[in-house]
Structure formats: C-alpha cells, structure tokens
C-alpha cells in the first residue's frame, strides 16, 4: 500500500474508534515519508485515544519541530504533558499556544487547571476569567473562580461570578454556599439569609454549612435560631468555630459564664489559640471589668510570650482602649 492508502486507512480507523489499527496505518505512512505532518497528527490522535500519552507526546514532538508555530498542536502537547505529570512543560505549551492564539479555550483551561492544583490562585483565576470572557457559560469554571475569589477576601468579585452561575442553573449547591458566603463576607447578612436556610435544607450535615449559617443568623440577631445551627454542628463533634458562635450567642445573652465555658473548651485543645485567649479576655472585661480582664492577659502574657497577640491587646487596654474587636464570622 502506498502513502496515500496508509493514510487513508488510518483515517477510517481513527473514525470507527479503532485506535490501535489506525496508530498501524499512520506509522506506516510515516516510515514512507517521515516529515508528513498530517501523519503526525493522526498518530498522535490515535495514541491520545488509546491513552498512550507517551507515544502521544512523541509524535506531537516531532510536528512541532516541523511546525513550531501551530498554536493547537501546541495546546495538545500542554494537555498530553499534564496528563503524564508534566507540569512545568505543560505550563511552557499552554502559554506557546496563548501567544499564538489568545483565545484558545483549551489552552486556558489547563493553564488555569495547573496554576490552581500548584496554588499559585492569582494565575489561576487570571486564566479561568479570561476563559470566562470568552464563554460565561461554563459553569464549574464560573464556582471555582468565584472560590478562589471568596479564599482570597474578594468577596464582590465572588458574588458576582456565584450569582452568575446561579443564573446558569439555579439550586446550584456549590453556587448557593459561594453566594451566601460572598454576601455574609460583605455584611450583607439580610439578603445573605434566604440563601443560607437552603443551603442548610440541602447540606444540614457539613458543619462548616452550619456554623457559617449561625454566624449570619447571629448577627442579624436571631439568637434563638443561631444557637440551633451551632449546637447542631457541635453535635456532629468538636468545632472551634461552632464553639466561638455559640459562646457569641451567649454574650449577647449577658450569659457571660456560660460563654466562658465555651472559649475554655477551645483552650483545653490548643492553650495558644489566640484568638480564644482574646475572646475571653474581652468577655472578662464585659462582665467583670477592664481589671479582670487586665490580669487575664498579663497572666496569659506571662504564660505564652511568644503571642504578639496579647501583647497588642495589653498594649490597647493599657492605653485605655477597651479590646472589642476581636469578634470575627466564624471562619
């Protein structure tokens, strides 16, 4: 059989999905020309279908010393090295293929895909965005970007990018949690509020769901409702942050006993968490004055020099500040 038979044959092959005959056939028609570039491409198709990366990556690294400037091939050769680990080589094609064409979706999404799972999150969010630009539609691109938005503070961008896939398919779990989030972030609690009773009524098993809800709901002073949500999630367990929301509740309250109770559950598991030697400091001070408070932190100085923490806290009470802002959303 001559070139044009070979290649012939592997093209039907490689239509009816029968890889292994159709790799035959392209490397026959390469051992009669080896620079055929339509060949290449076949055979490495071929080999991308039966999932020989390897052989894959050969063929692609063959054409494109042929042909260095196509800009497909070279979006090819980022997914074939990320498959196979690759991923700094993968990174080097994605972004060849992006000089050549910055609209390739391909090459966007796997540059996005590999910033994200090495945590480099601004790169990742860059790439993913300008996917966005170029298809709104995609929606598990819309949530992981509105995530990495919501991870890094940016709670308006985040917002924007969860309601819009809410948009796309409204119910969206993963949407709905981000949204919520977004907007309580924002200390836009009232319309944070709808969206977190159902998120609950969908997730009433993830504590993080549950001990985020009963910071919302605290907040906008639905004591009652906010104390459930938190003794559900400390039903499933020990949680740090159900702990300080419920100790917040209680405050509110005036039950500053109880609260304390609370924040020396926290500090029987980890004596240098900061934040509940604070919390407690500032109930102290509440309840008993700036005095008890006072002693507290210079005991908890004396016992934990290395806290900064308490050292700012001593160093504002001192002063003559009385240290209230301390209490944070349960993270």
């Keep these: 059989m001559d070139l044009q038979g070979w290649m012939q044959a592997g093209q039907a092959n490689r239509k009816a999905r029968d890889f292994r005959a159709a790799a035959d056939c392209f490397r026959r028609a390469l051992d009669a020309q080896p620079d055929h570039l339509q060949a290449l491409q076949g055979l ?22 042929l042909c260095p400037q196509d800009g ?11 498959r196979t680990g690759r991923r700094d080589r993968a990174i080097l094609h994605y972004e060849a293929a992006l000089r050549h064409d910055p609209r390739n979706r391909y090459a966007l999404m ?35 970007a509105g995530n990495l938005c ?3 503070l940016d709670f308006e961008r985040a917002a924007h990018h969860f309601s819009t896939a809410l948009k796309l398919e409204p119910g969206n779990p993963y949407a709905l949690f981000g949204l919520a989030d977004a907007l ?27 001990t985020r809800a009963g910071d919302c709901f605290c907040r906008l002073g639905q004591l009652a409702k906010a104390e459930d949500l938190f003794k559900r999630a400390l039903a499933q367990g020990y ?21 304390l109770d609370r924040y020396e559950a926290v500090l029987d598991r980890n004596p240098e968490d900061p934040r509940a030697v604070l919390l407690k400091g500032q109930v ?5 004055g700036r005095e008890a408070a006072l002693a507290y932190l210079e005991d908890q100085k004396a016992r934990h020099p290395d806290m900064r923490e308490i050292a700012g806290a001593l160093s504002r009470m001192q002063a003559g500040g009385v240290a209230n802002r301390t209490e944070r959303a349960a993270r």
């Design 150 to 152: 919501r991870r890094k």
């Design 44 to 65: 490495a198709d071929a080999c991308r279908g039966l999932k020989d990366f390897e052989g894959c990556l050969a063929a692609w690294d063959r054409y494109l010393a």
């Design 284 to 288: 102290l001070g509440e309840w008993r």
């Design 72 to 82: 497909a091939v070279q979006a090819r050769v980022g997914d074939a090295c990320r």
């Design 239 to 259: 949680d740090r942050c159900a702990e300080f929301g419920l100790a917040r509740v209680q405050v509110s309250r005036g039950e500053y006993r109880e609260a």
């Design 110 to 144: 796997g540059l996005g895909d590999l910033y994200h799972k090495a945590h480099r999150p601004e790169e990742a969010l860059a790439a993913w965005e300008r996917l966005l630009e170029l298809d709104p539609r995609l929606l598990n691109i819309r949530t992981m």
């Design 184 to 210: 309580r972030g924002l200390g836009r609690f009232e319309e944070a509020a709808p969206l977190w009773d159902e998120v609950v009524r969908t997730d009433a098993g993830n504590r993080q769901v549950l």
